[in-house]
């Protein structure tokens, strides 16, 4: 400890912060983030695949989620070290670029982590390691467009983009209803992507959820839900060609202020009262008539009164429709939200082909859906479960066929799964190697190696002999020269995935491989750990 002063004469105390630190250097510190990026990844290797296991994690205010999502089970586990960071980090950008094939990067990143640790010991330099894994990589990321097939799909031919997605919800917990959820998944993106762009806007594809039903129930609607009701029972449940009058206006005559004083003494006097009461609702109501509405959606409430005379008049309202709502009616249907009654006029209402009120369960429990709206390409996916656990995990295993359908609408190429698309890089990684002269062919090899940890672990997690199974497919491959044979999963009795139609999208598979290696530099690269020590 040092005292100094500063400008102003104050006085302050240094401490040296060397002596406070612990530090790791050279191949220790690399030893030690090594086994910090194998850690995280051993905990997601079983997790992988058709067959892999779930996961559950309880967060620190009770919360439980149950998950097969790599992106989300590193996402809520607390790691405090910061090369698992990095692993984390890893996973949130493989899932933010392609969305899918979460666990499959951090599997990766751990083989290869693994391989560099057996050359390190060996004595080969981490830059040559580094260096070997960044030429693997790039023979890697050809050969699989090398292997890749496009695929026509249009209107009318939706399979393979519906097989592709089923590929990714296979191994998620929902896998039960794969068929139906990867069609509304593949619907859905249809319906709000620009094909001639090649672009969809996720954004348009709301996904929400009601705890009930089953997972079967799970349904696309062409439009929006609310989850409202009819202020009155006795109201139509069903609008055909609705025009929708939103209003942020309250529904009712203006209360007195304070400073105002109604002095009410005579019977008379109170029947006016209420008469001018009636006859404000029923101006009110008649301006609604007048302009053509045959719905009011009001964000603020109306009284028992009003709603009578509103089921009298029929004229069907939905009351409390919060801001939010409001707003995304207010645009799918092409409507203005009006803030004062004198505002309203028939330009300002909103269209929908049909508006609904649909009923759940035995309680009061009812929904609104606005469906086949004027303006907008929304939809909404709206998923049911027995319990909320369920509801989140689908929610979460629709966001990554949705990312799957994206992603093919952008660029239509595939490989093949189950790990043979890594067998396929992994014999092409491993001929290129004798090419290199240099130490760097040792790291090329590792590199194949590595590479064969997917389809190893996709075997293990599936309750097959790891190691014979691998060499069998990868013989087989070499014998046939066709890179379509991967490890039988479900044990459907071939190992042709072409046969099994279990596709990947080539971006996604490519992404994984880069961003491994990125992170797997980048640690190989660190030979000096300073951090704070513990007391
Ligand atoms: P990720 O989060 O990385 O997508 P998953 O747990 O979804 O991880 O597993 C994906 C892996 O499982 C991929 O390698 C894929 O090829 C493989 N896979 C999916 N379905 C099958 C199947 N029916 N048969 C064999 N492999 C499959």
Redesign the pocket.
Same mark, same amino acid.
């Given at each position: 400890m040092a005292l100094a002063f500063d400008e102003f004469g104050r006085p302050f105390i240094i401490l040296k912060e060397q002596e406070q630190k612990t530090r790791l250097r050279g191949l220790d510190a690399q030893k030690s983030n090594i086994s910090a990026g194998k850690v995280v990844a051993r905990i997601l290797r079983t997790?992988? @695949?058709?067959k #892999?296991m779930d996961k559950m994690l309880q967060s620190p205010d009770g919360d439980v989620t149950i998950t =097969?999502? $790599?992106a989300t089970i590193l996402e809520q586990m607390d790691v405090d070290n910061q090369i698992a960071k990095l692993m984390v980090e890893l996973s949130r950008s493989q899932d933010y670029e392609i969305g899918? $094939?979460?666990? @499959?990067?951090v599997v990766m990143a751990g083989a290869l982590l693994e391989q560099a640790e057996r050359l390190l010991e060996r004595g080969v330099h981490p830059i040559r390691v580094a260096e070997g894994y960044e030429l693997a990589s790039r023979i890697a990321f050809e050969h699989l467009e090398h292997i890749s097939h496009k695929f026509e799909f249009g209107a009318t031919n939706l399979e393979p983009l519906v097989q592709t997605c089923m590929?990714?919800l296979?191994?998620?917990i929902v896998n039960r209803c794969k068929c139906s959820l990867a069609e509304i998944a593949v619907k859905a993106v249809l319906a709000v992507a620009d094909l001639e762009r090649k672009d969809v806007n996720l954004d348009l594809i709301k996904v929400e959820g009601k705890v009930g039903g089953k997972l079967e129930d799970t349904e696309l609607i062409y439009g929006i839900l609310v989850d409202k009701d009819m202020s009155h029972p006795q109201m139509p449940k069903q609008i055909e060609n609705a025009k929708i009058a939103i209003l942020t206006c309250p529904f009712e005559p203006p209360k007195p202020k304070t400073k105002h004083k109604v002095d009410i003494d005579t019977v008379e006097k109170f029947q006016t009262l209420r008469k001018q009461e009636q006859k404000y609702f029923d101006d009110m109501v008649q301006k609604c008539k007048d302009v053509g509405a045959t719905l009011v959606i009001c964000q603020w409430g109306f009284d028992d009164e009003a709603n009578h005379l509103l089921m009298h008049r029929n004229l069907p309202a939905v009351r409390w429709v919060g801001g939010v709502e409001l707003e995304l009616i207010a645009i799918a249907t092409g409507g203005r939200i009006v803030p004062r009654f004198q505002e309203l006029t028939p330009e300002k209402l909103g269209k929908a082909g049909l508006v609904r009120e649909k009923s759940f369960g035995t309680t009061k429990d009812r929904m609104l859906y606005i469906e086949h709206c004027a303006n907008s390409r929304a939809v909404t996916i709206f998923t049911r479960g027995g319990n909320k656990m369920v509801i989140e995990e689908t929610k979460r295993s629709l966001h990554?066929a949705l990312c799957v359908a994206r992603n093919l609408i952008r660029n239509n190429s595939i490989v093949y799964? #189950? @790990?043979s698309a890594e067998i396929a890089c992994s014999i092409a990684v491993e001929a290129a190697a004798d090419r290199y002269p240099g130490v760097e062919q040792y790291a090329i090899r590792a590199f194949a190696d590595a590479l064969d940890s997917?389809p190893m672990a996709?075997a293990e997690n599936s309750g097959l002999q790891p190691i014979e199974t691998l060499s069998a497919v990868k013989s087989q491959q070499i014998k046939e020269n066709n890179p379509h044979f #991967?490890?039988d999963? =479900?044990d459907i009795g071939t190992n042709d995935?072409r046969e099994?139609n279990?596709f990947?999208t080539l971006i996604g598979k490519q992404q994984q491989i880069l961003l491994a290696t990125q992170v797997v530099k980048m640690i190989l690269k660190i030979d000096d750990v300073i951090s704070p020590s513990d007391f």
């Open positions: 997790s992988l @695949g058709p #892999g =097969n999502d $790599g899918d $094939g979460t666990t @499959g990067v590929t990714t296979s191994s998620k990554d799964g #189950g @790990g997917v996709l #991967g490890i999963c =479900n995935m099994q279990v990947e």
